[in-house]
């Protein structure tokens, strides 16, 4: 799998170029797919919790309390019947009972006494009050944001955090923008300002026309690494071999040997 921000060979002679700029970014479209994806997840996972601790957990209570009952009625009467007769209120009441256990195929399962906790702290606190307005924000806050990263054709970089012109740009950080995505502007004061191509579109212009100020022969205008000649040591001669030195001629006698 060849890495994003690695170049091909020939990449190196685009270093050279000038940046289009301005360079403006913007909210990177998987961000909006996922967050969308997280806050209809989060929202129907609340509205579950909530119709299972207000409906069908009280419900479940009480027909495994009516069936207990109905149960509980059936047994007294059964054992009254065996040393008197019934009465026809007594008889009624056995059959009303008994009607109620028919109800159910199998005796009702009552709740577990964790069920309304998880309903109410898991799903409707955890996925309605925090997940799903966390990720309706990221929807608001994500493009708001997205809008304040400019490179300016004066090489000056607007951020969040303010406007950095050229010479308040002491350093740019590429130590972790192979692995995550993330370069790091450090300023003239030392401030470190983190640029992500994760979350924002056309980073990776805006990262790569700085890296082009800094080190361009090591990064393209896309911030793409440029490949650098690997320096190999001379390996020492292997075990029975002579080295060059070595197996040259001695100089017949008389002979100087050059200089």
């Given at each position: ?201 056309n980073m990776d212009r805006i990262i790569g026309a700085l890296a082009q100020r800094f080190e361009p022969d ?42």
């Amino acid at each position: 799998m060849t890495d994003p921000h690695s170049s091909t060979p020939d990449a190196a002679g685009d270093a050279n170029e000038s940046p289009r700029l301005p360079i403006a970014a913007a909210v990177q479209p998987r961000q909006i797919f996922w967050n969308v994806i997280y806050t209809v997840l989060c929202g129907g996972l609340a509205l579950w919790g909530a119709w299972d601790y207000f409906v069908t957990i009280p419900e479940r209570e009480a027909d495994h309390a009516r069936f207990v009952e109905a149960k509980e009625t059936m047994e007294d009467l059964a054992a009254a019947a065996e040393t008197r007769t019934l009465t026809s209120e007594e008889t009624e009441a056995f059959l009303a009972a008994e009607a109620i256990t028919q109800e159910f195929a199998e005796p009702p399962v009552p709740p577990a006494a964790y069920d309304r906790a998880v309903q109410l702290w898991l799903y409707m606190v955890g996925c309605g009050v925090l997940g799903t307005p966390f990720f309706v924000w990221n929807l608001i806050v994500l493009p708001r944001t997205a809008a304040k990263w400019r490179l300016d054709e004066d090489g000056s970089l607007s951020t969040p955090e303010g406007r950095l012109a050229p010479d308040e740009i002491a350093e740019l950080d590429m130590n972790r923008w192979m692995a995550k995505s993330i370069a790091t502007v450090v300023t003239a004061d030392g401030r470190r300002i983190a640029l992500d191509d994760y979350k924002f579109r056309n980073m990776d212009r805006i990262i790569g026309a700085l890296a082009q100020r800094f080190e361009p022969d090591k990064w393209t205008l896309e911030a793409k690494a440029i490949p650098q000649p690997e320096v190999v040591a001379d390996a020492p001669p292997k075990e029975g071999e002579e080295s060059a030195e070595q197996s040259a001629p001695e100089p017949d006698a008389g002979e100087s040997r050059p200089t």
